[in-house]
């Protein structure tokens, strides 16, 4: 009796103990699904291979971005900058493409045509040679004119000019077509910022679709009898200029490190009331002429004793002598930001005024919503702007944000000049700086 007691005793510790260690091992195996979640009735864990959800075929954020251009655009080497340089005059050349093969060497003479479509002209000129007309597309446009003598070339080449279309022959067919759209290509000058000058007066006549090729400095475009024209005046006043402006920039946005905001009279002792030249209001801001002692380097350690200091974007454009261009924000910024939709537009010319060598320019910040503000600013060479007092809140689109109430932009820019000269500089295909005496005698000269 005693032997079954201890026997049963026997299997009931022996049952707890089982039911105790299974309690471990459920206990242990708990956190394996403390990361258990659900979506949209799918249980989802560590060990789940994501899902995603199918996207357009579309060009990818950092595909659609990317351009040779922007380092060209975004950097500043502050360590090697000249205010003036002298590049020599290069033609800028514009040559059709895809004109086909030369026409044949016939003579035309005493040949009238009046109010006809450029194909029904041509037919009628062509008649009895070997030579058919296509119309690659719907032409309407009438001429009226007569020519008297001169090879078939010219005759075509001023009847499709008169009809506003382009033509090209190919001779195994003896076909002539006509189209509105023609391909050009552009021989650009050696110098990359009269390039990005004449790229973005380019772009400033709504022409997108430029392929440069930055190797052997060319660009092809397409478009109609009107974009021909305005890129030959483009080319035409860029290539009649005498001198060039460029301007670098940085953009920063400033937090006091205090509830106050910078207080920009302290410019005054840390620099010299004669290194702050002139000081212009805007509707918002305010903009500095001040002398070269005030630059990038000086500025950041200034505005670090008050505040940090954060590099929103880096730059430079270039504007042919009495032009505008702008500088985006954005383009070169170092990220997304509240500024990025921030433009400074730029018209300026670098003349004699009143018997002194001036740049004057017109700066104006404008946003998508409009201006924000503009200064006019009379200015000599080696001068530099410093805009101030634009308040970052200028920016913000949400009812409340965690940006402070003194937190502001700050915009500076140095003007440069570009002194484009007949005949050899003395440097091959790069530009030469003008300082010391030289710079004086460039600046003193009438």
Request: include cysteine; glycine fraction near 6%; hydrophobic fraction near 40%.
């Amino acid at each position: 009796m005693k032997f079954v007691q201890k026997c049963l005793c026997g299997f009931i510790a022996l049952g707890v103990l089982l039911v105790c260690v299974g309690c471990t091992k459920k206990q242990q195996q708990a956190p394996l699904y403390d990361n258990i979640t659900v979506v949209d009735e799918l249980v989802i864990d560590s060990n789940s291979v994501p899902i995603f959800p199918k996207k357009a075929a579309l060009t990818t954020d950092t595909a659609r971005r990317f351009s040779i251009e922007l380092p060209k655009r975004c950097e500043v080497d502050w360590d090697n900058q000249s205010v003036v340089s002298v590049v020599p005059s290069e033609k800028i050349e514009i040559i059709r493409l895809n004109t086909g093969d030369k026409l044949p060497e016939l003579q035309v003479s005493d040949y009238e045509f009046k109010d006809l479509t450029v194909k029904r002209a041509l037919d009628k000129l062509l008649d009895g040679t070997d030579i058919s007309v296509v119309e690659d597309e719907s032409l309407y446009e009438k001429i009226t004119g007569t020519i008297s003598s001169g090879e078939l070339s010219d005759a075509v080449e001023l009847m499709t000019k008169m009809g506003r279309v382009y033509y090209s022959y190919d001779e195994s067919t003896g076909e002539l077509h006509l189209a509105h759209r023609g391909k050009w290509l552009i021989k650009m000058p050696q110098d990359e910022t009269i390039i990005m000058a004449l790229l973005d007066a380019m772009h400033g006549a709504d022409m997108r679709n430029l392929l440069v090729d930055w190797a052997d400095k060319t660009v092809v475009f397409e478009g109609n009898y009107q974009t021909e024209r305005e890129v030959a005046k483009i080319i035409a006043d860029i290539s009649g200029k005498k001198y060039m402006l460029v301007w670098d920039i940085d953009v920063y946005r400033v937090y006091p490190r205090t509830d106050n905001p910078i207080v920009w009279m302290n410019l005054l002792p840390a620099f010299g009331a004669q290194n702050v030249k002139m000081s212009i209001p805007g509707v918002v801001g305010r903009a500095l002429v001040v002398g070269p002692e005030i630059n990038t380097k000086t500025l950041q350690e200034f505005l670090g004793q008050q505040a940090n200091v954060v590099l929103v974007s880096q730059g430079t454009f270039a504007i042919p002598n009495g032009w505008q261009s702008r500088f985006d924000i954005g383009q070169c910024g170092r990220e997304e930001r509240l500024e990025t939709d921030l433009i400074i537009g730029a018209t300026g010319k670098y003349a004699d005024f009143a018997g002194r060598k001036k740049i004057d320019a017109k700066i104006v910040l404008r946003t998508s919503n409009g201006e924000l503000s503009s200064f006019n600013i009379p200015s000599t060479v080696g001068d530099n702007y410093v805009i101030v007092g634009i308040p970052t809140h200028s920016f913000v689109t949400t009812p409340e944000t965690l940006v402070s109430p003194f937190a502001e932009l700050v915009v500076f820019m140095s003007p440069r000049i570009i002194s484009i000269v007949d005949g050899p500089t003395g440097h091959d295909d790069n530009a030469t700086d003008l300082v010391g005496d030289a710079l004086r005698d460039f600046l003193s000269e009438e």
